[in-house]
């Protein structure tokens, strides 16, 4: 499975982005589809993901001002943010997961399937 970020670049704060994710595969043929960022010194955080049934969920960071789709016929997962913000400033990475957990005495185990990452895309908030 391959992903490919797209649409970072240099925005003013208070502006609006969209990247993009091409998949090589059906998007809803993952449980989940999702947008992370790592910033500078920073651990890799979730930013939305989206289930293969529509659900959506949002860091709070980003609640209100952002959201995750998909398209199947493009096979394409988008992020769409708005009122950025200098601390918005990050790489930007598409994940998709496929894994299936089961439960062992209340503890998830890994059974099949992957995590997939695609390369990161570069959004930089400018003040």
């Known amino acids: 499975v391959q992903l490919q970020a797209f649409g970072g670049g240099l925005v003013q704060a208070g502006g609006f982005l969209r990247l993009s994710c091409e998949v090589s595969?059906?998007?809803?043929?993952?449980?989940?589809m999702g947008w992370y960022r790592q910033a500078p010194g920073k651990q890799r955080e979730l930013v939305a993901t989206?289930?293969?049934?529509?659900?959506?969920s949002y860091a709070d960071s980003v609640k209100g001002r952002s959201t995750i789709s998909g398209d199947n016929a493009k096979n394409t997962v988008y992020l769409q943010m708005s009122s950025l913000k200098p601390e918005d400033t990050a790489v930007y990475y598409c994940?998709?997961?496929?894994?299936?957990?089961?439960?062992?005495?209340?503890?998830?185990?890994?059974?099949?399937?992957?995590?997939?990452w695609g390369k990161g895309t570069l959004v930089t908030v400018s003040r």
């Open positions: 994940n998709a997961d496929d894994r299936v957990f089961l439960d062992y005495e209340g503890t998830p185990v890994e059974y099949s399937g992957m995590n997939y």
């Open positions: 595969r059906d998007i809803f043929s993952f449980n989940t």
């Open positions: 989206i289930s293969s049934g529509g659900t959506t």
